[in-house]
């Protein structure tokens, strides 16, 4: 919300190459501020909440070893890749399908990322409650639902269409931050606890995985077709295969 007009203000001011420069000297100084209060916790919180654990229940603990032997991690993994993937080919695009598609000017489609940005952290949120209500296949078949809506509300914009436009991108950018909730929960509930921070490393690079393609792919269709219109087609496809692997690899079950 703050940073993306923020940004076109340095670009205008600057330009962009020493945009980079400013906007990363700022976040440096500002992530080490904020890094300072962090300290250790004086006792072992996690070793006294296993012992907790262990007096009532199994625990489940898989370790990164065992757990990239599971077909549940490559359809965890494959889940968030698709997720991101459709997500990043359209969130990076947000300005110039404004403009391109809708007509609407630079400053206009400036603030609507903004707007957007609240939506992805609603969709953080929102997505992280029904994950722990639900279940994560429940949950990323809603996510994956909420594509497909977004996706074919995109493709029945056209100049002038700014509604459609805004709630399409707002339900884009709520599903991008729904994945960064449901996947790090799923790690939890399918994997356990004790190795979490390692596990959810090896999940997490579907999402490096995702943003290299996502970006690259819109820029294909954009060189390739004429127009990104073309993209939420593919994105839509791309969901429909999200669901199938969803309910293939997400369910819950005993040997995970």
Known sequence: MITAPLARWFIHIYGPLH??????????????????????????????????????????????????????????????????LTRLMTVGITSSVGEEI????????????SLFAVFNGIGRSLFGWLTDKLSPLKASIIAYITIMVSSGLMLMAREGT?????VSFALLWMTLGSWLAIEPTATAIFFGSKHYSKNYGFIFTAYGVGAVLGVS????????F???????????????????????FLRKSKAN
Do not use: H
């Open 102 to 113: 809708i007509k609407m000017d630079s400053k206009t489609t400036a603030f609507m990322v």
């Open 217 to 224: 792919i819109s820029g294909i269709f954009r060189d390739k």
């Open 162 to 166: 700014v509604g459609l436009y805004v």
């Open 19 to 84: 945009t980079f420069k400013v906007l990363g000297t700022l976040f440096l100084v500002i992530i080490l501020v904020l890094a300072l209060p962090f300290r250790f916790p004086k006792e072992n919180l996690f070793d006294k909440q296993q012992t907790i654990n262990n007096n009532n229940l199994k625990v489940l603990d898989v370790s990164t070893k065992e757990m990239l032997t599971k077909p549940k991690f490559y359809g965890l993994w494959t889940c968030y890749a698709i997720g991101t």
């Open 226 to 248: 004429g127009s990104y219109i073309y993209t939420f087609y593919l994105m839509f496809l791309l969901a429909i295969l999200g669901v199938f692997f969803a309910i293939l």
